[in-house]
């Protein structure tokens, strides 16, 4: 067993006291550190000294960071701890966006947010030292109390109506949310004790190894598969918003390991299709959500539904519909291009997709109706329409997802145009 020398400590050991802090704040950012890494990085530092800026990063660095993912994360906890004289003010500006005074003139960087709140674990934030802008005293009041019924609050409050403190806590409260799924019973069989049909191919080879008497029968029973998991979300104009949390929910889904599905494509469309697959396997949701948004060049544009789904049908559909795909259709159906177009490609969607749930926000309202072209011409052609307004309706999502003869309020809706 390997033994190291004690590790000698200075009187007054500020340097290990900080760099047990900038380890605490990293693992609070998502970095798995231990007490072992923080004590090597103290050695690391004891070793290579600390004379230069650059060599004491790398130190840390290669101490602390040990997957791609994590150096963004690394690198603006480490700027805002060690580097930035005006740290507390910078995170205090993007934890409480709306003081005045000390807002950063640029959007925070991608993991810059989750580093602001590691940091200020613990930190008194009700009452920051602002500089004085009028000779009027700044107060912010936080009210903590009755914390359990404000996040039954949070999960039936719609996303378009929260606030910035609100959007942060549901972005934390849709990253824990999971998806899961039935799988499907294949055509192929395997051996099973338990199984219900015959194997005649290895009963005989078993009678032939035994000169060619029958001596039991060997059962088989299907296999199970997984599905895949398609995503077709709205991110135009009147979208945005649920757009947003949207993807902050498929981003826990793609990531979320024992879910069941076998994988998960997601596509964006406003004006034009785009497939942000790729992006939403990168682990650091922030991230994943800045590069999606920059292939996205369409974001709060116009919506074209029809051209956006032949689009699909056309390029995309025989990649990722095999194999018993389910499609989770995220819009508003607000579309002004040809109706006939639209139903066309809504009909060939649903042909191809072992289920085609439609999640629209406009499904909050108590009095909504199937009133514009654009939603008559789909609601035919989905098996579930569900709301997706708040946590809670894509809590009940799991739901839909697991029962086959779940339709939602598509019955309710197609009285509707039927009678109307």
Known sequence: ????????????????????????????????????????????????????????????????????????????VFRLYWRDPRYMEHMMSM????????????????????????????????????????????????????????????????????????????????????????????????????????????????????????????????????????????????????????????????????????????FTFGTRLTNITRHLATRDVDQALAAAGAEAQDWEGGTRIGECLHAFNRDWSRRVMGQGAVVLLITDGLDRDEVNLLEREMERLHLSARRLIWINPLLRWDGFAPRARGIAAMLPHVDSFRAGHSIGSLEDLAAAISRRDDAGEKLRLMELLRTG
């Open 95 to 266: 934890m409480l966006p709306a003081i005045r005074g000390v807002q950063e003139e640029r959007r925070a960087e991608a993991g810059e947010k989750r580093a602001a709140e590691a940091l200020l674990e613990g930190v008194e934030r009700d009452a920051p030292d602002l500089p004085e802008q009028s000779g009027e005293e700044v107060k912010i009041d936080i009210d903590a109390s009755q914390t359990m019924s404000g996040e039954e609050r949070l999960r039936s409050l719609d996303f378009e109506q929260m606030s910035t403190a609100e959007i942060a806590q549901a972005k934390r409260m849709l990253a824990k949310l999971t998806l899961p799924v039935r799988p499907i019973p294949s055509r192929r069989t395997k051996a099973s004790h338990l199984g219900h049909r015959l194997d005649w191919r290895r009963t005989l080879r078993a009678a032939m190894r035994q000169g060619g008497e029958i001596r039991g029968l060997e059962l088989k029973a299907p296999r199970l598969r997984w599905p895949n998991l398609v995503v077709l979300c709205d991110i135009s104009g009147s979208m945005s918003q649920y757009s947003r949390m949207v993807l902050h929910f498929l981003h826990a889904v793609a990531n979320h390991k024992g879910a069941g599905w076998a994988k998960v494509h997601a």
């Open 1 to 76: 067993m390997v033994e190291f020398p004690a590790l000698e400590l200075p009187e007054n050991p500020k340097l290990t006291h900080n760099i047990t802090h900038f380890a605490r704040a990293l693992r609070k950012a998502g970095l798995p550190i231990g007490p072992g890494r923080v004590i090597d990085a103290i050695r690391a530092v004891e070793a290579a000294g600390f004379t230069e800026k650059a060599d004491f990063y790398w130190v840390l660095h290669a101490c602390f960071v040990n997957r791609p993912e994590h150096r963004k994360i690394f690198a603006q």
